[in-house]
């Protein structure tokens, strides 16, 4: 396997809103995220964040290898895990739609996540919350690593806003990404705030860094 990778320098920014109008972000500025501690993690620089709802569709996450993931699948692999999270946070406090074909092949992890949104609005709308709509989610990536095992993968670390009709709040999500097929999908999604669903499910502090994780029993049944 090749150990030598370009590292992958991206600037941008992406800007939409509920009604499609666009603005520009005015801090463009890269940032550099610190390796994880591993020695086959190679740092990549990351884009300040992406502003608003992301409108890209399946068939944009596509890797430019279909054999292999590379460090050029990083810009759509990000903008595909803001866009999860965008529409994520749409359908546990607004009860919208969410396609998880679009970011999720393992079926154990589609059925983990899907029961995760129905628990989660079920809850708010028991508690009379979801009067209170997310009208944006903004996505900082803190940190961002390639990771070339004998299964290559992105960790991404995203810092999401959500912003409300009446205030905002904030947490973090660990994603791991993977090309399946020329296709890239999310393999594991955790997010780790206090009192979260995956936090109470699946426990506190998890370490994320095996992209087998669901696929560790057979189709249909539940890791957790």
Known sequence: MKRAYLLLVIVFS???CEQSNTSTNEDDTAVAVRDIDAKDAKNIQIPTSTKGDLTKN???FVAEDKSELSSVDFETAYQMCAQALSEYYKAIWNGTDIDLDTYIDNENLKQ????????QYGLFLKNKLTYNQVTAVDVDAEKADF???DQRFFYFKLNAHVKKDLGSF???TEFLVQNLNGKLVIVDWYTGAKDSYDSTVRGEKQHIDNPN???ELGIGKSIY
């Not at 983990?112 to 628990?119: A, V």
Request: aromatic letters at 14%.
């Open 14 to 16: 992406l800007s939409a």
């Open 58 to 60: 399946a068939s944009a």
């Open 112 to 119: 983990y996540t899907q029961n995760k949104i129905t628990s």
């Open 147 to 149: 990771y070339e095992r």
């Open 170 to 172: 904030a947490e973090p």
């Open 213 to 215: 994780i669901w696929d």
